[in-house]
């Protein structure tokens, strides 16, 4: 207890005193580990993620790219194999339309003379008019085809023509066992003067394609399959033949004079190129089957390369966050005895204001007592040689200049009484004018503050306000020591401090502006405040819901006007 009755400041409880700083240090502290931790895990889980979706993308692209290349393969053999068929098919229609075209000139060279021209010269001694003016039946029409009997009839005339009967055996007696199955003989009408199929003659094929093109010069072949087919030698089933439309050119010349439809039997020959066919497919079939054990083996490397890189890359980014990981908990350790290292500092810095401040308010608290009392005896006395000067007429006595002097003497322990008993740590509401004032009376007596005026613009109708006024003591005195540390020292003459208070929406400002002649503008330079002093002046506010800032020509201390939610104790 001091002598005034309030509580010792180094009573007041050091444990909290002590746990305060600690706190705050833990509230504000920067924990590394903890965001490092989430947040790289964080991160390379997203880096893994994306690596193993790319990677998947690659594999599903790599089997997108072997199945378009297996498929496009077994198009490839398709069309390989179907042109080989068409290939082959195409030359047997060429070789025997070769062959055709040799066996129509020795025909011609063997009949034509003797047998095929004079009946040729015969049947054009008949008119075909008539039939081929008579209308060509619609189809599925159900009366009788008039002009197909009318080419009928030709045909029986035809074959009742001299000569028919010799042509037709020497034509059986040479094609006999030959490959060759029918020959028909047109004229130039495109009328059938001859055929083995005896029914055939006396037909108009003047509108066939094949007649049109052998008569203009120009052999043409197709391959054709019958089921049905009257041969030299009988009728036979299910043959496959190639006919030819082939023009006969008059001896030594190249004038068309006739055409020949030669049939000719290639069943055996087809069969072998349909046998080849197959081969080629079952060999393309094995080919794909085979191309497709390779792609999927293919795919499985793909796949196991794939999970091997995944596992490396994991394992890499495993390693690489478990190293990263302890250099950051290296970090965290330095972090941490950094902020040992502050808080130590803090609370010494917290004892030693506790301290400095106890001092002063011990000291202030002795010089009002100390001085308080012989100041009271002198002012009884000179009240006394008052009365006594008023009764003896002594001029010598001057008891009103004594009066004055001790007046004056207990109006600065007055001064300094009121400083002392602003000295709690507790929150409190309190009158901001005369708190401020108190420190600037207070301050006063600074031999920095001799040359300088301090000037107190107390705003009106200001609020209580709550606050720690040993706090609010330690930030005043700290900015206004702050704006007399001139470049020159504390000489300076006629510099002026102002300190204003103002109420704003919900606060009260207290604004400290410096105002020296001699050398002007040092507070808004701050070169000799430095940043760790006002760093205990920004704890201070903070610790009060305040808020201090420094503007080019002036400090600001903004003060919620109601007390926080939670008071400091």
Request: contains cysteine; neutral net charge; hydrophobic residues 45%.
């Given at each position: 207890?001091?002598?005034?009755?309030?509580?010792?400041?180094?009573?007041?409880?050091?444990?909290?005193?002590?746990?305060?700083?600690?706190?705050?240090?833990?509230?504000?502290?920067?924990?590394?580990?903890?965001?490092?931790?989430?947040?790289?895990?964080?991160?390379?889980?997203?880096?893994?993620?994306?690596?193993?979706?790319?990677?998947?993308?690659?594999?599903?692209?790599?089997?997108?790219?072997?199945?378009?290349?297996?498929?496009?393969?077994?198009?490839?053999?398709?069309?390989?194999?179907?042109?080989?068929?068409?290939?082959?098919?195409?030359?047997?229609?060429?070789?025997?339309?070769?062959?055709?075209?040799?066996?129509?000139?020795?025909?011609?060279?063997?009949?034509?003379?003797?047998?095929?021209?004079?009946?040729?010269?015969?049947?054009?001694?008949?008119?075909?008019?008539?039939?081929?003016?008579?209308?060509?039946?619609?189809?599925?029409?159900?009366?009788?085809?008039?002009?197909?009997?009318?080419?009928?009839?030709?045909?029986?005339?035809?074959?009742?023509?001299?000569?028919?009967?010799?042509?037709?055996?020497?034509?059986?007696a040479t094609m006999r066992a030959s490959s060759v199955f029918k020959i028909k003989v047109f004229d130039l009408r495109g009328i059938t003067i001859y055929s083995s199929e005896h029914a055939q003659i006396g037909e108009d094929k003047a509108d066939n394609s094949g007649w049109k093109s052998a008569v203009s010069g120009t052999p043409a072949s197709e391959m054709t399959h019958r089921e049905r087919f009257s041969?030299?030698?009988?009728?036979?089933?299910?043959?496959?033949?190639?006919?030819?439309?082939?023009?006969?050119?008059?001896?030594?010349?190249?004038?068309?004079?006739?055409?020949?439809?030669?049939?000719?039997?290639?069943?055996?020959?087809?069969?072998?190129?349909?046998?080849?066919?197959?081969?080629?497919?079952?060999?393309?079939?094995?080919?794909?089957?085979?191309?497709?054990?390779?792609?999927?083996?293919?795919?499985?490397?793909?796949?196991?390369?794939?999970?091997?890189?995944?596992?490396?890359?994991?394992?890499?980014?495993?390693?690489?966050?478990?190293?990263?990981?302890?250099?950051?908990?290296?970090?965290?350790?330095?972090?941490?005895?950094?902020?040992?290292?502050?808080?130590?500092?803090?609370?010494?810095?917290?004892?030693?204001?506790?301290?400095?401040?106890?001092?002063?308010?011990?000291?202030?608290?002795?010089?009002?007592?100390?001085?308080?009392?012989?100041?009271?005896?002198?002012?009884?006395?000179?009240?006394?040689?008052?009365?006594?000067?008023?009764?003896?007429?002594?001029?010598?006595?001057?008891?009103?200049?004594?009066?004055?002097?001790?007046?004056?003497?207990?109006?600065?322990?007055?001064?300094?009484?009121?400083?002392?008993?602003?000295?709690?740590?507790?929150?409190?509401?309190?009158?901001?004018?005369?708190?401020?004032?108190?420190?600037?009376?207070?301050?006063?007596?600074?031999?920095?503050?001799?040359?300088?005026?301090?000037?107190?613009?107390?705003?009106?109708?200001?609020?209580?306000?709550?606050?720690?006024?040993?706090?609010?003591?330690?930030?005043?005195?700290?900015?206004?020591?702050?704006?007399?540390?001139?470049?020159?020292?504390?000489?300076?003459?006629?510099?002026?401090?102002?300190?204003?208070?103002?109420?704003?929406?919900?606060?009260?400002?207290?604004?400290?502006?410096?105002?020296?002649?001699?050398?002007?503008?040092?507070?808004?330079?701050?070169?000799?405040?430095?940043?760790?002093?006002?760093?205990?002046?920004?704890?201070?506010?903070?610790?009060?819901?305040?808020?201090?800032?420094?503007?080019?020509?002036?400090?600001?201390?903004?003060?919620?006007?109601?007390?926080?939610?939670?008071?400091?104790?």
């Open positions: 207890m001091d002598r005034r009755g309030r509580p010792s400041p180094d009573a007041a409880g050091p444990q909290k005193r002590a746990a305060g700083p600690q706190k705050r240090a833990a509230a504000g502290q920067f924990r590394l580990m903890r965001y490092f931790t989430l947040a790289s895990l964080a991160a390379f889980v997203i880096v893994g993620g994306v690596l193993f979706s790319l990677q998947r993308a690659e594999v599903v692209f790599f089997s997108q790219v072997q199945r378009e290349q297996g498929n496009f393969f077994a198009r490839a053999q398709t069309n390989l194999a179907a042109r080989q068929d068409q290939a082959a098919r195409a030359s047997l229609i060429s070789l025997h339309e070769a062959g055709h075209v040799t066996l129509t000139r020795v025909v011609s060279n063997v009949l034509w003379d003797s047998h095929i021209a004079p009946l040729v010269a015969r049947a054009q001694t008949i008119s075909i008019a008539p039939c081929r003016n008579l209308p060509v039946a619609e189809t599925g029409a159900t009366g009788p085809d008039l002009r197909r009997a009318c080419f009928a009839e030709l045909g029986r005339t035809l074959m009742g023509l001299p000569g028919f009967a010799e042509l037709d055996a020497e034509a059986y041969a030299f030698e009988g009728v036979v089933e299910n043959r496959d033949l190639i006919s030819s439309y082939i023009p006969v050119r008059e001896r030594g010349s190249d004038r068309v004079i006739g055409v020949f439809e030669i049939y000719s039997d290639v069943t055996s020959f087809l069969e072998r190129i349909k046998n080849v066919s197959a081969e080629v497919g079952e060999l393309a079939a094995a080919n794909q089957q085979a191309l497709e054990g390779a792609m999927a083996g293919n795919q499985r490397k793909v796949g196991d390369s794939s999970d091997a890189f995944l596992l490396i890359v994991c394992g890499t980014l495993a390693a690489l966050y478990a190293v990263l990981l302890g250099i950051v908990r290296i970090g965290q350790r330095i972090i941490d005895s950094q902020a040992d290292a502050q808080e130590r500092a803090m609370e010494r810095e917290e004892r030693w204001h506790h301290e400095k401040m106890a001092a002063l308010a011990t000291m202030a608290a002795n010089v009002s007592h100390e001085v308080g009392n012989p100041l009271a005896t002198i002012s009884m006395l000179a009240q006394e040689m008052q009365l006594h000067k008023g009764r003896t007429g002594c001029d010598a006595c001057k008891p009103a200049q004594i009066l004055e002097q001790t007046r004056r003497i207990a109006g600065m322990t007055r001064q300094i009484s009121e400083f002392a008993a602003a000295r709690r740590e507790s929150r409190e509401l309190v009158d901001v004018n005369q708190l401020v004032k108190a420190v600037l009376d207070f301050l006063g007596f600074d031999r920095r503050f001799r040359a300088i005026r301090l000037e107190l613009k107390a705003g009106e109708d200001l609020p209580a306000l709550s606050v720690i006024p040993d706090y609010l003591n330690e930030v005043l005195m700290n900015l206004l020591q702050a704006c007399t540390e001139c470049p020159a020292g504390p000489g300076g003459k006629g510099g002026v401090i102002v300190v204003e208070t103002m109420g704003s929406d919900a606060e009260i400002l207290i604004r400290i502006t410096s105002e020296c002649k001699a050398y002007p503008g040092v507070c808004r330079e701050h070169a000799r405040f430095e940043d760790s002093r006002f760093d205990v002046v920004r704890r201070r506010v903070q610790s009060m819901g305040g808020r201090v800032t420094r503007e080019r020509s002036h400090y600001e201390i903004a003060l919620p006007a109601e007390a926080p939610g939670a008071p400091a104790s």
